[in-house]
């Protein structure tokens, strides 16, 4: 069974550009959350999309954004990249319905320059 | 301001003893707990689940929730070096959504 697949690994941008990065969860399951992890403030969460819908939303300004499309896939976008949002960010699947386990993919490592 | 409590470490245990990590919340109405472990340049590995109070075993590991007093521990029995890890405890006030709160992490080593 396939796990939960992040693209890219690594990105490096610059200040000011945009970002787009891609999450494939675990076939049948319909929830991604996105989180930002960072060694100052850990593990943060951005936001969880379930059946195309934005379902909860954490505390990150409105650069942050994203989407899920009919396959569960999902794509997270930052615009106007600052230097803070270097971080690794990570999604995670699960069926989202009671009580279920969420699963990691192996995470994007952006880098703003 | 939900917040998730852990020792950040590190612990240190020497090989095949029995390793304690505890995390507290803030959240009363919190309902569901995890723990993942997270090697250096990793990713979260999901450990545990516990959803009620009591104890929940799975192999060397024992997770042992009491929502009256806010906590929640894992428990490594006959810990060994490849355990050597920080340890994350995250919490959800939501049955359904997986908007988690994380602790901050207890690094652990286990010594040879």
């Known amino acids: 069974k396939a796990g939960v697949t992040q693209t890219p690994r690594y990105l490096i941008k610059t200040r000011g550009q945009q970002v787009t990065l891609s999450c494939s969860p675990i076939s049948g399951h319909r929830s991604v959350s996105w989180y930002q992890q960072t060694p100052g403030q850990g593990l943060q969460f951005l936001f969880e999309?379930?059946?195309?819908?934005?379902?909860n939303k954490g505390n990150f300004p409105g650069r942050f954004s994203g989407r899920q499309f009919s396959n569960s896939r999902s794509e997270m976008n930052v615009s106007t990249l600052e230097l803070g949002d270097s971080a690794l960010y990570l999604c995670?699947?699960?069926?989202?319905?009671?009580?279920?386990?969420?699963?990691f993919g192996q995470g994007t490592r952006l880098t703003v320059v | 301001q939900k917040e998730v409590e852990q020792n950040s470490g590190p612990l240190s245990v020497p090989e095949g003893a029995i390793a304690s990590l505890n995390c507290t919340y803030s959240?009363?109405?919190?309902?569901?707990f995890f723990w993942y472990r997270q090697y250096s340049g990793k990713s979260p590995e999901l450990i545990m689940s516990?959803?009620?109070?009591g104890d929940k075993e799975d192999g060397r590991f024992t997770a042992q929730l009491n929502k009256a007093s806010q906590y929640v521990s894992l428990l490594i029995r006959d810990s060994q070096p490849s355990d050597s890890a920080t340890y994350l405890c995250a919490v959800t006030a939501d049955n359904y959504g997986q908007n988690f709160v994380f602790g901050p992490g207890t690094r652990l080593s286990v010594l040879p």
């Open positions: 516990i959803y009620s109070n």
């Open positions: 959240d009363r109405g919190s309902q569901s």
């Open positions: 999309y379930f059946s195309e819908t934005q379902r």
């Open positions: 995670a699947s699960s069926k989202g319905t009671s009580n279920t386990e969420a699963f």
